[in-house]
């Protein structure tokens, strides 16, 4: 029987087969092989802008079809939804976070922790309750879902308030200097229905998007290959994959997006954050996130976003380029590179990588890429804990966040906020937050001089 499922799935079909015999054409030559380039992060695909639009290129070698379903998705990314019944961009809510992709990613980039009395804007809060779901994941709380959508389309209570404060503490390094760390505490006020007093959760800003198709190129056995669950080496990192599940392929997958490394793919990663995010059903996701709450309108709606809208979107964040590294050839960047691997910072943060072959997909396939990431879970210690599983990661557990374009966030964000819940104002707070697996590259950035500390927040910088 073909149903409407089929049909929209066939279109999406027909959309991504143009631009992958588009793309089946033969690659441009090899960088030499024994030469580095370390200021292409990303390949061929680098693109060479350190000004506030660094993170919003597309792939620069890319056949015209591409380029063209890679602006639709651009365009697409932008877009404004709004509650039913409307002409342009209907289905928003009932609940919700935001009301488009960029609200959260602000120029392809990262998202920040309120100010003051400001609500959650680019931020959000994973919630569960013990126990897993049938797949293996965190267990949704009853009334309100995996995530709490503290916003509501006109005439729907949202299903709470979420405020943030903060305790600071000072830290003194081995050089004399102090510095502020601040830990974050949250308080939900104004709950539609009373929340479980077992309920768990985790706060999230919105990640950068750019370079992540490089990064869904990575061959799955070369990121297993880095896995050390036990410590079989003794070196102290025993990073492990996240095994979670793949709604499209039906089946356990390796998990490489996200702050846990909760998705299998761009393209779930796309429709979940429709779904929960902004409460668009889609074709991975065609319930509303609602669905069982007293929010709910009972409309049974059809789709609300095309499968050729999902596919695009999922394209163009496959297809944003990296930016260039910069100043790589001054001695302070060169010293602080040194002292980077010296302290163990390069062990989870593994500077190099290459992308699979792929004759489908030439404009990401074999390519020497810089993203300074394993793709692995991390023990990061009790100070970042959020107490939540997910799939495999327990409460302490962190996939390793890429650092390539890490320096340009002032310049593209305005600010330096930085770790899952932007408690770090800088890259050298959130050094110091590390413990766990990362304790004791921790304290080797702690007992540096200042000249050290300086030449290896630079080498950060250039990236």
């Known amino acids: 029987m073909i149903t409407r499922r089929h049909i929209m799935w066939n279109s999406g079909q027909l959309l991504l087969c143009v631009v992958l015999f588009s793309a089946c054409r033969k690659e441009p030559a090899e960088w030499d092989a024994n030469e580095r380039h370390p200021w292409l992060s990303g390949g061929r695909q680098t693109v060479f802008d350190a000004g506030t639009g660094a993170f919003s290129h597309g792939f620069p070698e890319m056949s015209a079809t591409a380029q063209t379903l890679h602006g639709i998705g651009d365009i697409q990314f932008e877009q404004t939804f709004v509650s039913a019944p409307a002409p342009i961009n209907p289905g928003l809510g009932p609940v919700f976070n935001s009301v488009s992709c960029t609200s959260c990613h602000i120029g392809d980039g990262r998202g920040k922790p309120p100010s003051g009395s400001e609500p959650l804007l680019s931020m959000l809060i994973r919630i569960s309750v013990p126990g897993t779901d049938a797949h293996g994941g965190p267990a949704v709380v009853p009334g309100f879902g995996g995530q709490l959508q503290q916003r509501a389309v006109f005439g729907t209570a949202p299903e709470a308030n979420v405020t943030l404060t903060w305790t600071t503490t000072t830290e003194t390094l081995n050089d004399g200097t102090t510095i502020d760390l601040r830990t974050p505490s949250y308080t939900f006020s ?274």
């Open 190 to 463: 104004n709950a539609y229905a009373p929340l479980p007093g077992d309920m768990m959760w985790s706060a999230r800003v919105a990640p950068p998007v750019f370079g992540l198709g490089l990064l869904e190129a990575i061959d799955e056995n070369t990121i297993r290959s880095g896995s050390d669950e036990n410590d079989a080496n003794g070196d102290g990192i025993s990073g492990r994959t996240n095994e979670v599940w793949d709604v499209e392929g039906q089946r356990i997958a390796l998990g490489r997006f996200g702050w846990k490394a909760e998705q299998p793919t761009l393209l779930q990663q796309s429709a979940a954050a429709y779904n929960e995010d902004m409460g668009i059903t889609n074709l991975l996701f065609p319930s509303e996130s609602s669905l069982g709450q007293p929010q709910y309108d009972g409309r049974n709606d059809d789709i609300e976003l095309t499968d050729s809208i999902l596919h695009a979107v999922a394209f163009y964040v496959r297809t944003l380029a990296v930016p260039a590294r910069r100043n790589t050839d001054a001695p302070v960047i060169r010293q602080g590179e040194i002292l980077f691997n010296e302290a163990g910072c390069s062990s989870c943060h593994v500077p190099e990588q290459r992308t699979h072959v792929d004759v489908a997909f030439a404009a990401a396939s074999n390519q020497r890429i810089f993203p300074y990431t394993d793709l692995l879970l991390h023990d990061m210690g009790p100070g970042l804990t959020d107490g939540r599983p997910s799939f495999r990661a327990d409460g302490t557990e962190w996939r390793t966040p890429p650092l390539w374009g890490i320096g340009l966030t002032q310049v593209v964000n305005g600010h330096q906020n930085f770790l899952h819940d932007g408690r770090a104002r800088s890259l050298l707070e959130a050094i110091l937050w590390h413990g766990g697996e990362a304790q004791n590259s921790s304290d080797a950035v702690r007992a540096m001089s200042t000249e050290e500390r300086t030449a290896l927040l630079a080498f950060l910088g250039s990236l």
